[in-house]
């Protein structure tokens, strides 16, 4: 079955410091692979998707996310943590060849210290 | 141009009862999916519409059914409430292409007493 998984639940950065959120994923086939955050009180906001192709992927805000299909994973990352980036983030996985259902971890809580 | 927008915002209910929860999409997308998200959990798959049928069904007993309307706009309906169905309800709309992103409303935060 295919799963998601966010190792940790929350992450402490200082604020001007690289930030990495981690997920791992497994599926069947070839999936497609998103981020979200989510403000409280708030539904999730996409901030980018892999689909194929560069497995390098820029989005909102400054951040990116790096495919690695042997690893299966899916790092959310950010070269310079702002206060305001403080929130909850999901990674979610499509497995299109199978039952196209959409799959989220459980979030990792980021908290960028000023 | 308007987002995804859900009503109500907050509701409580008592156990046994029944809700409606309701859900506009964004302007464009044909695609509803909705999402129960319990506390500190990531949002858990309930079912998604597509062309006014349910088109995937997530680990969710029948007490949970849908609709989706010709403008696409749909309602969750939950029967027969007990406590454990207190939760965020997540609203997301998309186009039916696979590799497009939903986009979420602000949810239904349901309280069952």
């Known amino acids: 079955a295919q799963s998601v998984a966010q190792p940790e639940d929350q992450v402490n950065v200082a604020e001007g410091n690289p930030l990495t959120v981690k997920c791992t994923y497994s599926v069947s086939g070839n999936p497609y692979l998103f981020w979200y955050v989510q403000y409280p009180n708030r539904g999730l906001q996409f901030l980018l998707k892999?689909?194929?192709?560069?497995?390098l992927v820029k989005g909102s805000y400054g951040f990116e996310a790096e495919f690695n299909k042997s690893q299966t994973s899916f790092h959310l990352k950010k070269p310079s943590a702002l206060v305001s980036d403080s929130a909850l983030y999901f990674c979610a996985v499509r497995d299109y060849r199978r039952d196209d259902k959409i799959i989220f971890g459980k979030g990792t809580r980021l908290h960028i210290l000023p | 141009d308007a987002g995804v927008t859900q009503s109500p915002t907050h509701l409580i209910k008592t156990r046994g009862q029944q809700v409606t929860l309701r859900c506009s999409p964004k302007s464009g997308h044909d695609t509803v999916s909705w999402y129960q998200q319990a506390l500190g959990q990531g949002p858990q798959f309930i079912f998604q519409?597509?062309?006014?049928?349910?088109?995937q069904r997530g680990n969710f007993p029948d007490r949970f059914s849908g609709h989706q309307f010709p403008n696409y706009s749909s309602e969750l309906n939950v029967n027969a409430l007990w406590l454990g169905d207190s939760a965020l309800y997540l609203c997301?709309?998309?186009?039916?292409?696979?590799?497009?992103?939903?986009?979420f409303g602000d949810g239904t935060r349901l309280s069952i007493l």
């Open positions: 892999y689909i194929t192709g560069d497995n």
């Open positions: 997301a709309s998309s186009l039916t292409v696979r590799n497009q992103p939903q986009h």
């Open positions: 519409y597509y062309e006014e049928e349910e088109r």
